[in-house]
């Protein structure tokens, strides 16, 4: 089906603009539709240029993780470094409502499987799980990689391969890769308007580093072109290949578990096991899914306005990635849901 074109040239002005007049130095966009890409364009770096997905990467931990957990499983019956905390579902790992959000974490601890777990074993929880919730930047999704990797006895990254980017042709998309990359930077004015959880500035450069992509961070750590995201969210609308029992992708893409305030917004969060949903309450954009996408839209955002998101009512995906690590985070927030709007309005 043939997209917008006055539509299309909006998307792509806003867009091009943010390059041309120094706000972000690169970008990649992709619109999907019917399983295949639409429309793609690059400005500023190689067209088949890969970028770091930061916080969109949670889609791939999740549909990963749907495979392997039950949403109702505690998290100690298999890492006993979780004895303590008890309560601890799956389901909080993926629904941020896990308590611990700023648990720490070194890229030097997480390497290594021993000191990873004991890490874990001195995390204390901020609130009893599930009552309350707030954004968990990597925390829960480390715990998350872990269970996989004891429940199937492989490293995190080769299940991510195995299961989910080769079975679905995603050649560009991969967690834990030391291939090329475009570097990230960052841009903007430093602001007080930040969100609280935002990581440092410092430790966000790192992400640069051969050994921080080699290991795969699950829960920012994928590099992809956005032509593979989009893809993975036409799957994650039809699974044409069959990879989820239907109740589960429904549970990950459609239901949501938990509608709690998030802190940072004040509005629900609308958290579906994994992703989040834009919701019919008049919120959407509260939660960068612009003011044109279907209420049935759901999606992960990323650092600098990254945004990737799937309407089921339209059947359109879209996948927009930067470079650009904005120091404002009410200016990425503004921008994820210009681009949003712009790109549900193609169809």
Same mark, same amino acid.
């Given at each position: 089906?043939?997209?917008?074109?006055?539509? =299309? &040239?909006? /998307?792509?002005?806003?867009?091009?603009? !943010? @390059?041309?007049?120094? %706000? +972000?130095?690169?970008?990649?966009?992709?619109?999907?539709?019917?399983?295949?890409?639409?429309?793609?364009?690059?400005?500023?770096?190689?067209?088949?240029?890969?970028?770091?997905?930061?916080?969109?990467?949670?889609?791939?931990?999740?549909?990963?993780?749907?495979?392997?957990?039950?949403?109702?499983?505690?998290?100690?019956?298999?890492?006993?470094?979780?004895?303590?905390?008890?309560?601890?579902?799956?389901?909080?790992?993926?629904?941020?409502?896990?308590?611990?959000?700023?648990?720490?974490?070194?890229?030097?601890?997480?390497?290594?499987?021993?000191?990873?777990?004991?890490?874990?074993?001195?995390?204390?929880?901020?609130?009893?799980?599930?009552?309350?919730?707030?954004?968990?930047?990597?925390?829960?999704?480390?715990?998350?990689?872990?269970? =996989? &990797?004891? /429940?199937?006895?492989?490293?995190?990254? !080769? @299940?991510?391969?195995? %299961? +989910?980017?080769?079975?679905?042709?995603?050649?560009?998309?991969?967690?834990?890769?030391?291939?090329?990359?475009?570097?990230?930077?960052?841009?903007?004015?430093?602001?007080?308007?930040?969100?609280?959880?935002?990581?440092?500035?410092?430790?966000?450069?790192?992400?640069?580093?051969?050994?921080?992509?080699?290991?795969?961070?699950?829960?920012?750590?994928?590099?992809?072109?956005?032509?593979?995201?989009?893809?993975?969210?036409?799957?994650?609308?039809?699974?044409?290949?069959?990879?989820?029992?239907?109740?589960?992708?429904?549970?990950?893409?459609?239901?949501?578990?938990?509608?709690?305030?998030?802190?940072?917004?004040?509005?629900?969060?609308?958290?579906?096991?994994?992703?989040?949903?834009?919701?019919?309450?008049?919120?959407?954009?509260?939660?960068?899914?612009?003011?044109?996408?279907?209420?049935?839209?759901?999606?992960?955002?990323?650092?600098?306005?990254?945004?990737?998101?799937?309407?089921?009512?339209?059947?359109?995906?879209?996948?927009?990635?930067?470079?650009?690590?904005?120091?404002?985070?009410?200016?990425?927030?503004?921008?994820?849901?210009?681009?949003?709007?712009?790109?549900?309005?193609?169809?």
């Amino acid at each position: 089906m043939d997209l917008g074109g006055e539509q =299309v &040239e909006r /998307l792509l002005a806003y867009a091009d603009a !943010e @390059v041309e007049q120094g %706000r +972000l130095p690169a970008y990649q966009l992709a619109l999907a539709r019917d399983g295949e890409v639409l429309l793609h364009r690059t400005v500023g770096a190689a067209e088949d240029a890969r970028f770091t997905t930061f916080s969109v990467t949670k889609a791939v931990t999740a549909a990963v993780a749907w495979m392997h957990l039950d949403p109702a499983l505690p998290v100690a019956e298999v890492l006993p470094s979780f004895a303590d905390k008890p309560a601890v579902r799956v389901e909080h790992l993926l629904t941020h409502t896990a308590g611990f959000p700023r648990a720490k974490l070194s890229f030097e601890e997480a390497a290594d499987p021993v000191a990873r777990r004991e890490r874990f074993a001195s995390w204390r929880l901020s609130w009893v799980p599930g009552e309350q919730l707030e954004y968990h930047p990597t925390s829960a999704h480390w715990v998350l990689a872990t269970l =996989v &990797e004891e /429940l199937t006895g492989r490293p995190f990254s !080769e @299940v991510v391969r195995e %299961r +989910l980017v080769d079975p679905l042709g995603l050649a560009a998309l991969r967690l834990g890769d030391d291939g090329p990359a475009v570097d990230v930077l960052h841009v903007g004015e430093a602001t007080d308007r930040i969100d609280p959880l935002q990581a440092d500035p410092a430790w966000l450069l790192r992400f640069n580093e051969t050994e921080v992509r080699r290991l795969g961070v699950p829960g920012a750590g994928a590099v992809s072109t956005a032509d593979d995201v989009a893809v993975l969210y036409q799957h994650l609308l039809h699974d044409p290949k069959g990879l989820w029992d239907p109740e589960v992708l429904l549970d990950g893409t459609q239901r949501v578990r938990f509608d709690l305030v998030d802190p940072w917004t004040g509005v629900p969060a609308n958290r579906t096991l994994g992703l989040t949903v834009a919701g019919d309450d008049g919120k959407a954009a509260m939660r960068q899914f612009g003011r044109a996408a279907g209420p049935r839209t759901f999606g992960a955002s990323g650092l600098g306005g990254q945004i990737a998101w799937a309407d089921p009512d339209s059947g359109l995906s879209f996948c927009f990635l930067t470079n650009g690590l904005e120091r404002d985070q009410v200016a990425a927030f503004i921008r994820a849901n210009k681009l949003s709007t712009y790109a549900a309005r193609c169809v």
